[in-house]
């Protein structure tokens, strides 16, 4: 005969570790615990110093960067993201909802050096000036690179200091755009790869063209494909999500 389980008392006092059966809490991440959210303060990374490229034709590949950025600004880190390119249409607006978030957010700071509108595309912007731009962005880009290897990345960092005064995670948005559009080298990029110091989390993004110069050179590669986007049936930018 199957043994029946009384369950008119359906109070349960144990806690989630308690109720939680021993192989789970061994095997998952936090031992089976709940996580809770917490204050942040000042910390430094245990296993920063990767190199990750995201590219490929589908939409997310910079905010998968930024989600990586709010969670490590979230455990106290320092972020920083510099933008090139960060273009757009007469559908997106000049001020956008991920700008007004990383404001809120400490530790995490932003700077654009592009303007809206993206090279090669016929959109009333100008080439020459999309040139000057990725210029000034690499040299930025070279600065940030080597404020971080002057900073003693294994101490926690002044959530509200001057990014030249070093920073843990990098995000260096559509630098690869750049690339396959001609207007910086393979070489530029391999040379910011070169002279990271070995603490430093450097996420680059951007181009539907497989990055193979940097295959050898970072730790992750993402291919972020499209299988189905609403631009194809002529969704325009909404607020909310595109911007």
Do not use: C
């Not at 843990?168 to 207007?183: K, N, P, R, S, T």
């Amino acid at each position: 005969m199957t043994d029946t389980i009384d369950q008119s008392d359906s109070t349960d006092n144990t806690t989630d570790t308690e109720a939680t059966p021993d192989s789970v809490r061994t095997n998952t991440p936090g031992r089976g615990i709940r996580p809770e959210a917490g204050t942040i303060e000042p910390d430094a990374p245990d296993e920063f110093g990767l190199v990750q490229a995201w590219w490929g034709d589908g939409k997310g590949k910079t905010t998968a960067a930024m989600g990586m950025g709010f969670r490590a600004a979230g455990h106290g880190y320092r972020v920083h993201m510099l933008q090139f390119l960060k273009g757009g249409a007469d559908s997106v607006e000049a001020v956008r909802g991920e700008y007004n978030a990383i404001a809120a957010m400490p530790g995490f700071s932003f700077e654009n050096l592009g303007h809206y509108g993206w090279a090669g595309m016929a959109d009333g912007s100008d080439d020459a000036d999309h040139a000057e731009q990725v210029a000034a962005g690499l040299e930025r880009a070279r600065e940030l690179v080597d404020a971080a290897a002057d900073a003693d990345l294994t101490a926690p960092l002044d959530l509200d200091g001057e990014p030249e005064a070093g920073v843990h995670f990098l995000i260096i948005d559509e630098i690869l755009y750049a690339v396959a559009m001609g207007l910086l080298d393979e070489s530029d990029v391999l040379d910011l790869v070169e002279r990271k110091p070995a603490h430093l989390e450097l996420v680059l993004t951007g181009s539907h063209e497989d990055p193979t110069y940097l295959h050898d050179a970072a730790d992750l590669v993402t291919n972020v494909r499209k299988v189905k986007h609403p631009i194809d049936a002529g969704q325009r930018a909404r607020k909310g999500t595109e911007y």
